[in-house]
């Protein structure tokens, strides 16, 4: 018996061709707001979300990449994390709830211009999951910039990604 697409009762069609029509793409909708000490606010103009069976990075974003004003606070999570407040240390070796924890930004250094990524030494989240969305009412990030000079971002966000059915 052939294969018959319930709308269409045609049996060599699963599929209407799309002519132009409306179409719906899923996005990640978020906001991340942040402090930094002696540094500029940062205000993500763009959030992406990816997750995979063993982590998930959420990676907020303010200007455009290859500009000197480009910038990025990105965190990577376990998977399976839930609602709580967490410590980051970066001795677990990515085995905790939290995996990592970055901010980079454009910096110069003897004439050449460069994107330096800042890992975190220490950090906290007090994370708010429901139904696949993220939040977190505070995060701290301290880092070591590429003086080696304490730099220390604090802030908060929300991200409500694709696959999420409820926010």
């Not at 399976?80 to 980079?104: E, K, T, V």
């Not at 139904?131 to 080696?148: I, M, N, P, W």
Request: proline share 5%; net charge negative.
């Amino acid at each position: 018996m052939p294969l018959q697409h319930p709308l269409y009762d045609n049996p060599d069609m699963l599929w209407a061709p799309d002519y132009g029509l409306g179409k719906s793409s899923p996005r990640t909708h978020g906001e991340l707001k942040a402090t930094l000490l002696d540094r500029s606010s940062f205000v993500a103009e763009e959030m992406t979300f990816a997750s995979s069976h063993k982590k998930i990075i959420i990676t907020a974003e303010s200007g455009s990449f290859g500009a000197k004003d480009y910038r990025a606070i990105s965190f990577t999570l376990a998977v399976d994390i839930d609602s709580g407040i967490y410590l980051f240390n970066p001795q677990d070796h990515g085995r905790g709830p939290i995996q990592a924890m970055s901010y980079i930004e454009c910096v110069e250094m003897e004439g050449r211009t460069f994107y330096h990524l800042n890992q975190a030494a220490v950090g906290t989240l007090h994370l708010s999951v429901i139904e696949s969305c993220y939040s977190a009412r505070l995060f701290t990030l301290d880092a070591l910039d590429h003086k080696g000079e304490c730099l220390e971002v604090c802030g908060d966000f929300k991200i409500t990604p694709p696959h999420a059915t409820f926010c």
